[in-house]
């Protein structure tokens, strides 16, 4: 039984196999390359690349190595994230913060209005409509961080002011996937059911920022140099 094995069993790939996992690593970074060069979104490349080796291309990739790559995408995206929020500047972002409200706000109420408006032509229901506007609302922080990078707009005033409105919209985003989720699962709809999420969101975005500026005024004042440089936080 394949529980009770000790080691994962060797078995050497075939032809096809390499040629297939070959391709799927090194053209990304040719075409990448390329289209940066070009429009400034080699990003663009990964992604009908992944579409084309995988599903619902043409299915070259297994699904084990689907689920692996995903996982390591996914932890790629937590670090472009990363990169990308402590290189911000907090100056420029609270000199364009009201621009970048407006600028989030756009992404989440258009949709939703949208989705409503739509939504009697097709017989959609109130709830099936609001999960469809929470379902196209801007949540590309990745993206934006990868495009403002290779095109060196990060710096500037729109990058500041997209790459904010973008940390907004996934933030209100992921709080309106957990609410459909919530109200999806067969529960009936209730106050709850909508505040939870919301209050534990904007708990954890009060908290963790008072948390960390109480530990950084802890930290002794010959220090106080190396977390400004790596965070941009003026104590």
């Known amino acids: 039984m394949a529980g009770t094995d000790s080691s994962l069993a060797y078995h050497e790939p075939s032809v096809i196999t390499i040629v297939i996992i070959s391709g799927?690593?090194?053209?990304?970074n040719g075409l990448n390359y390329c289209l940066d060069k070009l429009v400034y979104c080699g990003l663009l490349a990964q992604v009908f690349l992944g579409i084309a080796w995988g599903t619902p291309g043409a299915?070259?990739?297994s699904e084990e190595l689907e689920h692996a790559i995903v996982q390591l995408g996914y932890l790629g995206l937590i670090l472009i994230v990363f990169e990308g929020g402590v290189s911000t500047s907090f100056k420029s972002l609270k000199a364009n913060l009201l621009l970048?409200?407006?600028v989030a706000i756009t992404g989440i109420i258009v949709p939703i209005s949208l989705s409503f408006t739509l939504g009697p032509i097709i017989g959609?229901?109130?709830?099936q409509a609001f999960a469809a506007g929470a379902a196209l609302c801007a949540t590309s922080l990745g993206t934006t961080f990868?495009?403002?990078g290779t095109s060196g707009l990060s710096a500037t005033r729109m990058g500041?002011?997209?790459?904010s409105a973008a940390m907004m919209d996934d933030v209100v985003g992921l709080i309106m996937v957990q609410v459909v989720s919530n109200l999806g699962g067969g529960s009936k709809f209730s106050a709850v059911t909508v505040i939870?999420?919301?209050?534990?969101s904007l708990g954890f975005m009060t908290l963790v920022p008072a948390v960390w500026i109480e530990l950084l005024s802890r930290i002794p004042r010959q220090l106080r140099p190396i977390f400004k440089s790596f965070g941009?936080?003026?104590l």
Do not use: E, M
């Open 124 to 127: 959609a229901s109130p709830l």
């Open 232 to 234: 941009q936080i003026h």
């Open 196 to 200: 939870r999420p919301v209050s534990v």
């Open 59 to 61: 299915k070259w990739l």
């Open 160 to 163: 500041v002011v997209l790459t």
């Open 100 to 102: 970048s409200i407006g």
């Open 24 to 28: 799927f690593i090194l053209l990304p």
């Open 146 to 148: 990868t495009v403002l």
